[in-house]
């Protein structure tokens, strides 16, 4: 079997959350959700709402798109703590990193979410579920937050099964067991059907996977047109859309682990020139400039500040970068407790703009 008919589809467990719970273990137990910032400013649960939400949380049914409004009835000890999209942002780039180690190629299609084609090397399920089972080992001891992946011949089929088994899950569905897989489910599991299409469903009498695979094509495409032809091959496990390399990183990061850690800002920031260098070398193989830098400071107790601020105009310039970066650095290092050492520098830049060589100025090329 060759290796690009397995797709695997990875999905962090609870993603802002966990990242929020893995610094602040006391909270580990607790119903955590993750607002916007705006509703901390103003304190005023009728403008919040979930972006996501703990399994504790999830417990009381809170989920993502609820307004705070209502989760408080649900759950009135709920904790809401505030997006860190600079924190989160790193994380991804650091799974991202972790997953092209392992695989062929890495379709990145949300903040966490992936689909992956294997090395040619895999040739079974079996070795994916290995290789799966590597990615998440990794991923969970260098980040300390979970994934559940799902490992299937198509690319919905791989993302339905992701979700199967949350969180902490690997779901394997061979070409032989698809239609098994999917026949049970609700249509509102295919992904793109909505509440509307499941309704249109509804009245031709479809209620599972199952019932869409066998349902008559001419009144599906009557009431749905292409879409639900589409949907229809789903449900017979026949998608053809292929995983295609994300084409162009919207961020670029790199960090730097320090030995032995330290709280001396000289020696962080020291640490920080090797970062900013290899950072600048991916920026010049790409050939593009940044607007935005971000700082991410990892301490020994693991937790984590972060700092990103934004200039007026795209560079690429080496000494700009490494300068701002220092600058930033002494920033988070003087609003933090001056015993807590630093274990691991990341610096990103972001809000990037391709260009051609051309325009380039001489010190991008330093
Ligand atoms: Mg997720």
Redesign the pocket.
């Known amino acids: 079997m060759a290796a690009d008919k397995i797709i695997m589809h990875i999905?962090?467990?609870?993603?802002f959350a966990s990242v929020e719970i893995r610094d602040k273990p006391e909270l580990k137990e607790k119903p955590v959700v993750v607002c916007s910032k705006t509703f901390h400013l103003h304190m005023d649960t009728s403008k919040g709402v979930i972006s996501a939400a703990s399994y504790p949380a999830r417990k009381f049914g809170l989920h993502s798109a609820m307004p705070l409004s209502e989760a408080v009835k649900l759950c009135p000890d709920v904790i809401c703590l505030p997006m860190n999209n600079t924190l989160y942002r790193q994380v991804s780039d650091n799974v991202i990193k972790i997953i092209q180690k392992h695989v062929k190629t890495v379709q990145k299609v949300s903040i966490?979410?992936a689909y992956v084609l294997f090395k040619d090397n895999v040739i079974s399920y079996e070795d994916a579920a290995d290789c799966a089972l590597k990615i998440k080992e990794e991923i969970k001891a260098t980040e300390r937050i979970t994934?559940s992946v799902g490992i299937a011949p198509t690319k919905s089929a791989a993302k339905i099964a992701s979700g199967f088994q949350k969180p902490d899950g690997i779901t394997v569905v061979r070409p032989n067991e698809i239609k098994d897989f999917l026949a049970p489910l609700p249509v509102t599991k295919i992904p793109g059907v909505g509440k509307k299409t499941a309704e249109t469903f509804d009245l031709l009498g479809i209620q599972t996977v199952g019932d869409l695979a066998k349902a008559d094509k001419r009144r599906i495409y009557e009431k749905l047109g292409k879409h639900g032809m589409n949907f229809q091959d789903v449900a017979n496990g026949l998608d053809t859309t292929q995983v295609m390399e994300t084409a162009d990183a919207k961020s670029i990061s790199r960090f730097h682990s320090l030995s032995p850690y330290t709280n001396d800002p000289a020696a962080v920031k020291l640490g920080s020139e090797s970062v900013c260098e290899e950072v600048h070398s991916i920026l010049m193989q790409k050939k593009m400039y940044f607007k935005t830098i971000s700082i991410g400071l990892r301490y020994s107790d693991f937790t984590t500040a972060t700092k990103s601020r934004s200039h007026t105009v795209h560079t690429a310039d080496i000494f700009f970068l490494k300068r701002h970066a220092q600058d930033m650095i002494d920033e988070l290092m003087a609003n933090t407790d001056s015993k807590k050492k630093v274990r691991q520098i990341n610096i990103g830049v972001s809000n990037l703009k391709k260009t051609d060589a051309g325009q380039m100025q001489l010190t991008d090329f330093f």
Do not use: L, T
């Open positions: 999905d962090m467990d609870s993603f966490d979410e994934c």
